[in-house]
């Protein structure tokens, strides 16, 4: 059983080193053709730091892949008797968190590099390094706290239940809702200052904008995201009474009123269409099965691990496992993903009236420009990744006219450039 699990996750490491290998071969060679939406320097700069993120991606994959055979070897033994303990309930704790931490500190040496590195030199990076030390310090002191709740809730009722994988997964849902509830409110209490939108013109626009769509929100504000990143972005947070509606900085700046509205149109299709609630009904339905595997493991892995059937491990196990079948369930995902998105730019663009297409397909094509984002990728790396449309098939079903797009690479093997 312990080799079945073991060559499932080598499987999965590598197919997502095989998908971004042929992503940086095709945009290494795409951005030797005619520049698209951007100019030459641009497309060039934007081609650039997708390889660079792809390479740094796979040299991640293959530390997880180390670390994995690591806890599956040795780690959970070694774990379990470093924090042994009489209070079975805190030794449980103690040590799904001790795993949870010593997995974040190998993504902390990832996120520094991609912050203070790749992020700083294609001028995204805002943030110092103080401010990522504190933003850090205040994410490890959540995750353990809430962390070790939500363990110590999981523990109890897998030592409480006969079926304690069903009320497992019922707990941990409602928790995914209630985080969705607050998200918005703890982030701003630790991580991002809001301030209500000043912008009374604006203002009155977004408003009518959420009338149109029955949208109720309990305010609109301004995020400070550009003491951290030059990127632009936008979300409604929140459900229920909780909803808000939140501008970064950095896209007032850098949209015009109109674009920002078409923008903000796109986002308001997503609720018209009840879209969070359907990505809720799919995550659900994916935690379901992930429990019910889970929970009805056979006691021969147990003996192969050489560990007891403690609930720790089976939580460890779970959390080991989530990538790999988030993967596999991420292309069916990504099918109902762009639907939605294509959904949602029609409605945006009806929002806007007769020239909202025009107003939305130039937001996309700002957003591009600003996020440095290649405008083509790899079609295994859509498949596999991609949540929303390529922004050229967007732009295409706004009717924009992209122009002819060289895509000759595809004829024959992509080769990398690593």
Known sequence: MIMTLVTLYTLYTLINIYVSVMQIGYVSQAKRKSAVLLSASEYIQ??????AKEKLSIVQHFVDYLLFIFWIGIGMKWLASALFMSSEALMNVMIVMGFILINSVVSLFFGYYEKFALDSEYGFNRSTKGQFAK?????????????????????????????????????????????????????????????????????????????????????????????????????????????????????????????????????????????????????SVLLFGMFAIFGNLPESLYMELGIADEPWVVMILFMLFMPLLGFIAMPIMGIVSRANEYAADRTGSELGGAAGSIELANALKKLVEENKSFPLSHPLYIFFHYTHPPVLERLKALGMDVGKVDESCLEGSCQSHL
Do not use: C
């Open 135 to 283: 933003d850090t310090v205040i994410s490890t002191l959540l995750t353990t706290l809430f962390g070790s709740l939500i363990v110590w809730g999981v523990y109890l009722i897998v030592s409480s239940f006969e079926m304690w994988w069903l009320w497992s997964f019922a707990f941990i849902f409602a928790i995914i809702v209630l985080v969705n509830m607050l998200f918005p409110t703890f982030r701003a209490l630790f991580f991002d200052k809001l301030t209500p939108l000043q912008n009374p013109e604006l203002q009155s626009a977004i408003q009518e904008l959420m009338d149109k769509t029955g949208f109720v929100s309990s305010g609109i504000f301004v995020s400070d995201a550009s003491k951290r990143d030059a990127r632009l972005n936008a979300y409604f947070g929140g459900l229920g009474k909780t909803k808000r509606v939140v501008l970064f900085d950095t896209l007032i700046e850098k949209l015009t009123t109109k674009e920002l509205l078409a923008v903000l149109g796109h986002e308001l299709g997503h609720f018209a269409h009840g879209d969070i609630y359907k990505n809720i009904a799919m995550l």
């Open 46 to 51: 934007a081609a650039n730091y997708t390889v």
